[in-house]
């Protein structure tokens, strides 16, 4: 039976900093992270989706989380293959930013060298334990075919020997029709499948399958279930608490997931005020009371 651990898709949201989670008068990174840390097992850095982590920060991290926590590291955005602003590159890449049909798009080897420098500063935390998976989340316009496939081949050399975990935005990659070569290309791969809660009512919507493509970690992203998903603002966006109902309706699911992985992350991603990390402490009871029917241990 697999781990299962808990935890909020960020630590550092403005939002969440003055929702009233966080006891009043901690107002240093150190003593918010520390806190975080002593409630959850799990953190997904998102930051590092907007611009290069740094090798201080990944130390700062390590000292100040204890032994056995989790970060999981969204990959920056140009290697899953978004839009990048040449302003989120260090100085030195920019100029490798070429324009392509209207928009930027990267030369040969700038995967390369961003890669080199991404992981670079990620080393600390992977030398430390505290690594838990790098997430590719790759664009809602990337949907299954061969240019597809062979992006991810690519993706795969590039960070051989890292754990990574593939969240798909486009619905036809878990469709009936493609789920078993979905499933297949990862397991090859060694990537783990992300699953997602989301709403179901838009043609955007991925279904919220459980996919465990390796046994070393399963994941499930909770983004919240509001209907402007894909439109208007974050808030907008991510504006949801999960009722008891909707998370007790995940409990099994988890649950026949960590029968097949020795680690299952669950990530909320509902990163309006305070909406994420209570969620995530109203799961927590859920599963432990799931597991402890079938001896699945639950962190809490």
């Not at 918010?32 to 953190?43: C, D, E, I, K």
């Not at 955007?204 to 046994?215: G, K, L, N, R, Y």
Request: glycine residues 8%; hydrophobic residues 40%; contains cysteine.
């Amino acid at each position: 039976m697999g781990e299962i651990r808990l935890g909020a898709c960020s630590w550092t949201d403005k939002e969440l900093l003055s929702g009233g989670w966080y006891p009043e008068g901690l107002r240093t990174p150190e003593a918010r992270l520390r806190y975080y840390t002593s409630r959850f097992p799990l953190v997904e850095v998102d930051a590092t989706y907007y611009a290069l982590p740094s090798t201080r920060n990944s130390v700062l991290w390590v000292e100040r989380s204890p032994a056995g926590f989790r970060f999981d590291v969204k990959a920056f955005s140009l290697l899953t293959g978004h839009p990048t602003r040449p302003g989120a590159l260090p100085a030195d890449l920019r100029s490798a930013l070429t324009r392509r049909s209207g928009r930027p798009a990267a030369d040969p080897g700038l995967l390369d060298d961003v890669w080199g420098r991404f992981s670079g500063a990620l080393e600390p935390l992977r030398q430390a334990d505290r690594l838990g998976t790098l997430l590719f989340q790759f664009p809602p316009q990337l949907g299954p075919g061969e240019r597809a496939v062979s992006f991810l081949r690519e993706c795969r050399e590039r960070t051989a020997g890292w754990p990574v975990a593939v969240e798909f935005r486009h619905p036809d990659w878990w469709r009936e029709e493609h789920s078993a070569s979905t499933f297949g290309l990862l397991a090859e791969l060694d990537m783990t499948a992300v699953a997602v809660d989301m709403v179901q009512s838009l043609p955007t919507s991925i279904a919220p399958v459980t996919p465990v493509t390796t046994d070393r970690l399963a994941v499930v992203r909770f983004h919240g279930r509001n209907r402007a998903w894909g439109t208007g603002s974050k808030e907008d966006r991510f504006r949801h608490r999960y009722t008891t109902e909707e998370l007790s309706s995940w409990t099994p699911r988890i649950r026949a997931m960590a029968d097949r992985a020795h680690e299952v992350h669950v990530l909320f991603n509902n990163c309006c005020g305070d909406a994420a990390v209570r969620a995530a402490e109203a799961m927590s009871p859920l599963l432990a009371a799931t597991s402890a029917e079938s001896g699945t241990p639950s962190a809490p």
